[in-house]
């Protein structure tokens, strides 16, 4: 029989009353005669309350048992659907994830899936079983420890079951009814989009828009899963939410095809550095080897042989990147200061079309400007191009380029 993967996220199985509503929709696909792969989320709220509990207890923590804490949010809502579905005399079970096995990287907290193998599942299947309930986010180390996939991961579990099990399509149920221009949540001009291509989507994904993780367009574009993303609270139907397809796949599309942002951005600058072969290698090689993930990046200038650098990062790291940079000080680097500034944020525009069309980084600029928003830092790609601000201009500067850029409008 074919094979469908339906993933629910946090929202959509919130309550037992939720997990019973999506657990409706898995019947319909049932019935229509898919054998459904059904991969849940924790309830909303239920991993930042477990990351809490972690660093409550251990600043420093151990990412490994980092990872047995958090995955366990999925250990529950995986339960309970499999219990709601056979409510529902449908034959389920559920499935944590080093059961399948869901085979990853030791990199605890940010694990990257490298093999499901199918038979297991495939062998449930055959015997009579409808759906196969899995707790998405989580996986198994080679040393046989649980990881997590990193925030947002179900997305990725969910599309890797369906590469992995060749499934006709793969349903991302949130809530919201599909991917967007930008948040709708802070531009209610935003429009939902019937098609995005797989780069796009990548771009916007990996500069904040949360809809998706990354990881998870990443895998979909790799191997030619057909991604859908659309609302477990509104009616279903084959049209339903927006696919996430091949550029080909789509007629006409804007030159800029979407905003994202990303809030919780740091700027840190290490003023008076010497400006010579190597200096960068140092202060990156260190940041790196504390597991900083630097994002922008600017030298000045120099004078006088001396010259500043300054670098984006994501707030939580602030600690482990000043650590970082005081441990060299005085022996691999020396530098007159180190300033942060963790009120800033990141706004990007995105769009293929910018590949053909120049102009579009001075619209963006003369935008900001009106609008007294000072850039910090710049930064641009065939597809994008993305400042830091500061934080508190975020959502105007996200609905003033909404604006300028007639995003509400298609093409
Ligand atoms: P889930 O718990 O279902 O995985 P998420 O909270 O991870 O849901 O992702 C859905 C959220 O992504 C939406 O509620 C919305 O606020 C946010 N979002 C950010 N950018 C976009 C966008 N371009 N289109 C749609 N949603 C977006
Ligand atoms: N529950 C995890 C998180 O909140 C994974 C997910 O929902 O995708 O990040
Ligand atoms: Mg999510």
Known sequence: MPVLVMKFGGTSVATPDRIKRAA??????????YDVIVIVSAMSGE????????????????????????????????????LTLQEMDIPARSWQGWQVPVMT????????????????????????????????FQGISPEGRITTLGRGGSDTTAVAFAAAFGAERCDIYTDVDGVYTTDPRICDKARKLDRIAFEEMLELASLGAKVLQTRSVELAMRYNVKLRVLSSFE????????????EEEI????????????RDEAKMTLLSVADRPGIASIIFGALSDAGV??????????????????????????????????????????????VTDDNVCKVSVVGIGMRSQSGVAAKMFKVLSD???????????????????????MELAVQALHDAFELEKAA
């Open 47 to 82: 991993t930042n309350k477990l990351v809490g509990y972690v660093e409550e207890t251990s600043p420093l923590f151990d990412a490994r048992e980092y990872d047995a804490v958090v995955s366990s949010g999925e250990n529950v809502t995986a339960g309970l659907m499999a």
């Open 293 to 338: 993930n630097v994002d922008m990046i600017v030298q000045n200038i120099s004078e006088e042989g001396r010259t500043d650098m300054t670098f984006s990062l994501p707030t939580n790291q602030v600690a482990r990147a000043e650590r970082a940079m005081n441990d060299i000080r005085g022996k691999d680097l020396n530098f007159a200061e180190l």
């Open 235 to 246: 009616e279903q139907s084959d049209e339903a939410g927006t696919l996430v397809c091949d």
């Open 105 to 136: 990287t030791s990199a605890h907290s940010s694990a990257r899936i490298e093999d499901i193998p199918p038979d297991n599942i495939t062998a449930r299947f055959a015997q009579g079983m409808r759906v196969a309930v899995v707790a998405g």
């Open 371 to 393: 609008e007294g928003i000072n850039i910090r830092v710049i930064t641009t790609s065939e597809i994008k191009i993305s400042v830091l601000i500061d934080r508190k201009y």
């Open 251 to 262: 007629m006409e599309s804007n030159v800029v095809s979407g905003v994202a942002y990303s």
């Open 24 to 33: 409706k929709r898995v019947g319909v696909e049932v019935a229509k005669g």
